[in-house]
Every structure is written in structure tokens, then in C-alpha cells.
């Protein structure tokens, strides 16, 4: 039993306690089935045409095919995110998914930039310690350029997913910017459980690019950083340097390549990010990132207050709307 003392001070301790809000996590559990039911949902029905006329072979498909697939994927994840977006959220959603586009072109030069670095680096000290080799060069122009719409696609459609929508819904309900970060980079990772290659080390790699992915995200709200390096990460990977991306492999690389039974060094079957060469290299990109903005002390609040300040300093006949930073 407590005497009178000692329960104030057990009573006053606890109030100090920070609680946990779980009505707010149970909402953001709700959305993300709704969402990952909803997307599906329109996948399927977008997809069935095509399956039942025979026009596209969903298991075998040419080359212009794919492009027809990975389009009804990005549509049914946008259309997914807009319903909730607009319809629970109540939000706009260009903005609040991250697409805004003012001041954003060097964003998608950074993210070529960080990526072209990245396979630069990784490929010369790869080739040099011979754990992979070229055996030939193949340019097929179309290849090349379907390639890099499908790559397009794929970068808006994941980054819209698990950037845009997953890991934006967690900064919403104020979670910690570093935890929602990981945690959204592993359902990154376990969505490609299924593909070839798969191993312990991929899993691990894949979420450590999930971060790297997200951390200027989690600064900016603003997804074409994450979508330019999304998409150059696998062009690079794939079609141009000849690798596997993420277990998938490419018939008419630009190089091709022969790789070593040294699969921790290069990757082996999955790709250059399964290696331990790439592990280092997104440690390094993604510190340099976290400085970067740490050192400039620019987040998302930072900027809404600054846009919010320059709209309430402008002319009398603004029309309401605002300025929002996306």
C-alpha cells in the first residue's frame, strides 16, 4: 500500500510521463490498409480489360507492354492516395503528397547527381578489384528509351506510395521524423520480399535505400528529390551498367556484364544494392544529407512558416488560397 507522500509523488511522476495518443496510430493504421486495399482494388479492375481481351499478356509482356502495366499501377496508387488525401484527410493533395514543383529543379538534379555518384564510384572500384567485368557493349536505342519511361513510372508510383503517402501520413501524426523514416523504409524493403534474389543482406540494403530515398523528404515534404533518384538509381543500375535491379533482370543493357562468385562485393543476382561496396556508399550519401539539412536548419514547419509569412506580406487582392510548400 502507498501512503499519503509516496502516492503524491507516484501520481506526480506520472502525469510528467509523455502519454502515447493511440487514437492517432489506429488512424494512420486504418489509412495505410485502406489505401493498400483501395490500390489494389483498382489495379485489378484496371487491369482486367487488358488480361481478358488478350492485349497485353500480363506474364509475358513485350516491350511497350510493360509500360501499359506500370501506368494502371501508378494510377491506382495516385487515385488511392487522392481519395483519402481529399476525401479523410480533407487536405490538398498535390501538396500534402509532396508534388509541388516551384523551386524543385534542382532537386532532380540532385537526385541524378547522387545517384549518378554513387554507381560511379561503386562501378570503377568494382571493376578494378575485379568483381565484375565488361564483356561487351549493346545499344538498342528503344530498349534504352522504354527502359526510362518505365523507370519514370515505377519511381512515381513507389515514391508516391511509400514516400508521398505512408511516410508522410507518420510525420503527420507526429512521430518522430527518424523513426517514421526507418520504419517506412522497411515496408519499402518487405514489399520486394517476393522478388528474385531476395536474401537476409538485400532486405537489409533495401531498407538503408528506402532512407536514403526518404531523408530529404522527412526535411522537405517534397517528393521529386526522392522520385529523380529513384528513377536514375535503377536506370543506371540496370539498363546502362548492365547489373540485375532488385532481382529483376535486363536482356539489353547497354554493357554487359560478367559478375564474380563474389556476390557480397557485387551483388550477385539482385543487383548492385545488394552489395557491401553500396551499403557503405548510402551510409555516406545519407549522412551527407542529414548534415546538409541539419546545417542549414531547413525543415518543413521552417519553410510553411516562411511561404505563410511572404503570402500575409503580399498584395490585398490575394484570392485566399495561400501558398503551400509541397
Not at 513510372?153 to 503517402?165: L, N
Request: hydrophobic share 50%; charged share 15%.
Amino acid at each position: 500500500m502507498f501512503s499519503g507522500a509516496k502516492l503524491k509523488i507516484y501520481y506526480l511522476c506520472n502525469q510528467n510521463k509523455p502519454k502515447i495518443n493511440m487514437k492517432k496510430y489506429l488512424i494512420l493504421l486504418a489509412k495505410l490498409i485502406v489505401f493498400a486495399m483501395a490500390a489494389g482494388f483498382f489495379m485489378v479492375v484496371l487491369m482486367l480489360p487488358f488480361a481478358f481481351s488478350g492485349w497485353v499478356d500480363v506474364n509475358n509482356p513485350e516491350r511497350w507492354a510493360i509500360l501499359v502495366i506500370e501506368a494502371i499501377q501508378v494510377a491506382s496508387v495516385l487515385l488511392a492516395a487522392w481519395l483519402i488525401i481529399h476525401y479523410w484527410d480533407e487536405v490538398p493533395f498535390v501538396t500534402n503528397m509532396g508534388f509541388g514543383l516551384q523551386g524543385r529543379g534542382k532537386d532532380l538534379l540532385c537526385g541524378l547527381g547522387v545517384a549518378a555518384a554513387i554507381y560511379a564510384i561503386g562501378y570503377i572500384v568494382s571493376l578494378i578489384a575485379g568483381w565484375i567485368r565488361i564483356d561487351g557493349v549493346h545499344f538498342d536505342p528503344s530498349y534504352l528509351i522504354i527502359q526510362f519511361l518505365f523507370y519514370i513510372m515505377v519511381a512515381v508510383m513507389e515514391e508516391s506510395m511509400m514516400r508521398g503517402f505512408v511516410l508522410g501520413h507518420m510525420l503527420d501524426t507526429g512521430m518522430n521524423k527518424f523513426l517514421a523514416l526507418v520504419l517506412s523504409a522497411f515496408i519499402f524493403a518487405c514489399l520486394h520480399l517476393g522478388n528474385p534474389g531476395m536474401t537476409n543482406f538485400s532486405l537489409f540494403n533495401l531498407t538503408l535505400a528506402g532512407i536514403l530515398l526518404g531523408v530529404a523528404y522527412i526535411y522537405t515534404r517534397n517528393l521529386w528529390f526522392p522520385i529523380s533518384l529513384h528513377l536514375f538509381w535503377n536506370f543506371i543500375q540496370g539498363p546502362v551498367l548492365g547489373y540485375d535491379v532488385s532481382g529483376t533482370g535486363a536482356k539489353n543493357t547497354l554493357l554487359k556484364l560478367h559478375i564474380s562468385d563474389n556476390t557480397l562485393m557485387n551483388g550477385g543476382d539482385f543487383g548492385f544494392e545488394a552489395s557491401l561496396p553500396c551499403t557503405i556508399l548510402m551510409i555516406i550519401a545519407t549522412g551527407l544529407i542529414i548534415y546538409w539539412f541539419e546545417t542549414k536548419k531547413t525543415t518543413y514547419e521552417e519553410a510553411t512558416v516562411l511561404v505563410d509569412e511572404s503570402v500575409n506580406d503580399g498584395p490585398d487582392d490575394n484570392d485566399g488560397t495561400g501558398t503551400a510548400v509541397g
